[in-house]
């Protein structure tokens, strides 16, 4: 039985490790980052810097949860920038009482729009906070925290432990705190260098298998030289909520407050055979002697979700000679230096960086212009579509291969190879009975 069990625990250990791992994105991770800045009376005072190292996953709304279980009996005594959820049982204080006494306290970002005097460098957005390679700037969330009944020293601070990150919701999975060299910061001027006083980084990973049970995106194909459409395979996010779906004439759409999104995000699907929240297609559009254009387009069918700052990640061997990318931006990605076939699409900003909930406008799309590389360029086999198709950072179901649209010539030759396979025993049987 131990011989049985110890290849079983390895494999389990492996997948566990592997479904944390994108190979698109092999160094992706959140890091967050805390920066004792001054020692007080009974604690100290630390900026708390959480960075979005991810190159096209981002916090979407109502933004990320930060937790963690304190080492001893530390209390939060003042905020900014963020807060705490629960102030806890702070009753043996007196005069003063802290903004938090609890021993694992939940901390969410402020919202825009606060007073001035509450908030902090980078905070209050919500905790929506942008994808690495979307946008840098802004894939970075701070807060400043004053910790009282903590050490004072170097010595004798004791490490939070225990960190979770909601983002929003489950899929990140926090390492241990661990102390590093103290950072430092350039004053204002860029002539003087000062350091925090002591730093411990948490590194956060995410796995798609932990987000949810089943995918949220499917793929459909289609061509200039076949009729036939490619539809997302049946039941792709699962089909659980076959039960609650509504068509898009239903009167419950009608109501008010139908769009609004609940509190447990739950959605309000679209009908339809996959039943995916998003389905993205990509259609062969027309085929120069030069060039080939494909046209991409990305369909909400949530009723429930606005998806904010989407991102759409596309490998494809095709993408190392983009020529021209219409009403979406584009930014290649290259994980590996000596392969450029993976590129990631976003809105334009102020134009269709925000999906729409299912409904009329609940799409957006684009098309391609992609320059042929005569040594590879093929319309056979399925090479001209997509090798993977990431939306918000999920993974996509694409369909069967040997569903692809495929030419009409290699269609007859399959057909005629098909009737021959089924003909040719016959034959046999026959002059074998005739003998």
């Excluded at 932990?210 to 039941?235: E, G, M, Q, W």
């Excluded at 931006?329 to 450029?340: A, F, G, M, Q, R």
């Excluded at 369909?399 to 016959?426: C, E, Q, V």
Aim: glycine share 6%.
């Amino acid at each position: 039985m131990i011989r049985i069990a110890v290849p079983i625990v390895c494999l389990l250990l492996l997948f566990t490790c592997a479904a944390a791992y994108d190979p698109l994105d092999p160094t992706g991770n959140i890091t967050i980052k805390w920066d004792i800045v001054s020692w007080t009376a009974d604690g100290y005072t630390a900026v708390v810097t959480l960075n979005n190292f991810q190159l096209y996953r981002h916090i979407m709304n109502p933004g990320w949860t930060m937790g963690w279980t304190w080492a001893k009996k530390e209390v939060i005594w003042a905020m900014n920038g963020a807060q705490a959820t629960e102030q806890g049982d702070c009753s043996k204080f007196k005069g003063n009482i802290p903004h938090s006494c609890k021993k694992t306290p939940t901390v969410v970002d402020l919202l825009p729009g606060v007073p001035y005097n509450q908030q902090f460098t980078n905070c209050c957005k919500g905790g929506v906070v942008a994808a690495w390679g979307q946008d840098p700037s802004a894939a970075v969330s701070q807060f400043q925290i004053s910790v009282g009944q903590a050490g004072t020293s170097n010595k004798t601070v004791k490490v939070p432990k225990n960190f979770t990150l909601l983002g929003p919701g489950p899929g990140y999975t926090c390492g241990p705190a661990k102390v590093v060299p103290s950072t430092k910061f350039l004053t204002p001027d860029l002539r003087r260098k000062t350091q925090a006083l002591m730093t411990w980084n948490v590194t956060c990973t995410y796995s798609q298998f932990l987000a949810r049970k089943h995918p949220s995106c499917c793929v459909s194909l289609s061509s200039f030289y076949n009729d036939t459409i490619t539809p997302c395979p049946s039941c792709a996010c699962g089909c659980e909520n076959k039960h609650t779906c509504v068509n898009n004439d239903a009167k419950i759409l009608s109501m008010a407050g139908i769009h609004k999104p609940r509190k447990d995000n739950t959605s309000l699907l679209q009908c339809t055979h996959h039943m995916c929240p998003v389905r993205v297609h990509w259609h062969v559009k027309t085929n120069y002697k030069e060039y080939w254009r494909v046209k991409v387009s990305v369909t909400n069918f949530n009723y429930r979700m606005n998806y904010t700052l989407w991102t759409l990640v596309v490998q494809h061997p095709n993408l190392n000679n983009v020529t021209q990318v219409f009403s979406f931006d584009y930014k290649p990605l290259v994980p590996y230096e000596s392969i450029n076939d993976t590129g990631m699409f976003y809105g334009m900003k102020f134009f269709n960086d925000v999906l729409m909930e299912a409904g009329p406008l609940g799409n957006v799309q684009s098309e391609l212009l992609l320059q042929k590389d005569a040594n590879t360029f093929s319309l056979r086999q399925g090479w001209a579509f997509p090798r993977k198709v990431y939306f918000n950072g999920d993974e996509c179901i694409l369909p069967s291969p040997d569903s692809y649209p495929f030419l009409p010539n290699s269609g007859r030759k399959s057909h005629f190879l098909a009737l021959w396979s089924t003909l040719i025993p016959g034959l046999v049987l026959m002059l074998l009975c005739s003998g």
